[in-house]
């Protein structure tokens, strides 16, 4: 793998230099108010990419799912039954942490390449007035697929019901278009390493005030990612623990990449080259796996390969001959896939010079593939929209906070 070539794996992402300085910092006392200076701004920027009007941001020392985790253990107890759909790796994931921690799961077996089924959750949540959260992948990275959190909402208030809505936005978050407050949002889980373009190492968690009080009458055990540790905590400007002090940093610096490039501008930029690789797909024959395009996802594509090849061949070819990482299919989907993550740092041209090691890769293992169609394919579409400059400048010139 080179150092030098960008990553197009959905997450960690490539990260930009002016973070990578802002996290690079000298040991200081987390217990003083130099640490506040840090903390504060970084956990109202969060406050402002999930659009929270009411409630509290928590950041752990962790990954997503630890999120998971902690959202769980913090606002349930054993035998509570939660809803979910299963239709890809990272939503039967969750369903697995629930069960291990002794929750009733009534799962909505879902085709892998379908979103989170509406009418289904409806059903399920009228049936049965006992489920207390509902678990939504926003984003199912193994698919490609993005589902309808607002409908999620809407079937919940259709049934009565009220239960909790946990999001997993991992892979969503930072990326695309986020409404925590809108959608009803109970709990989102983020992480460090996919749209905040930082090291994995963070947690990054919404909880509405409805969660708030859930901690309060929930058994499940918890210490080291205990909300109520945290909050006490976080009202005297601290933390419980050390915290990891340099990735907090680094958060509101990339935040603040992100708000000056403006949040509805990095959508747009993110939307934009996802149509420029999946122009790309139509151009070599092949397809997304999410089955339409209204559950395309702004952050990763999952490519059906053709008969007879395999995905998973392409990506290791792609890091031993190229330098090039894609990812690899998944469960259900290992072979019959590989995954383009255009997320994080990346412009047009950085996405092009991906497209072009996936090609080589394709024609170097007798692939049907006609060597620069899809790269044509998305340098007409590229050419032809309004140019995601912003970003660039930004990343490559903005000096760190403390240049």
Known sequence: MSFQNPVFIPGPTNIPDSVRKACDMPTLDHRSPAFARIFKPAVAGVRRVLKMDAGEVILLPSTGTGGWEAAVTNTLSPGDTVLAARFGMFSHRWIDLCQRHGLN???????????????????????DKTIKAVLATHNETATGVKSDIAGIRKAMDAAGHGALLFVDGVSSIGSMPFEFTGWGVDIAVAGSQKGFMLPAGLAILGLSPKAIAATKTATLHRTFFDFNDMLTSYARGGFPYTPPVGLIAGLAHAIDLLETEGLDNVYARHHRLATGVRRAITAWGMTPYAATP??????????????GCDGTALVQLAASKYGVAFGVGLGEVAGKV?????LGMLTDVMVLSGLAAAEMCMADLGWPIKLGSGVAAAQDYYRGTVPALVLACLLYTSPSPRD
């Open 338 to 342: 590989f995954r383009i993550g255009h």
């Open 105 to 127: 799961v009534q799962i909505i077996e879902t085709p892998w390449g379908q979103g989170a089924p509406l009418a289904a959750i409806e059903a399920a949540l009228k049936a």
């Open 294 to 307: 209204d559950l395309y996802s702004d952050t990763v594509t999952a490519v059906k390969v053709p008969a």
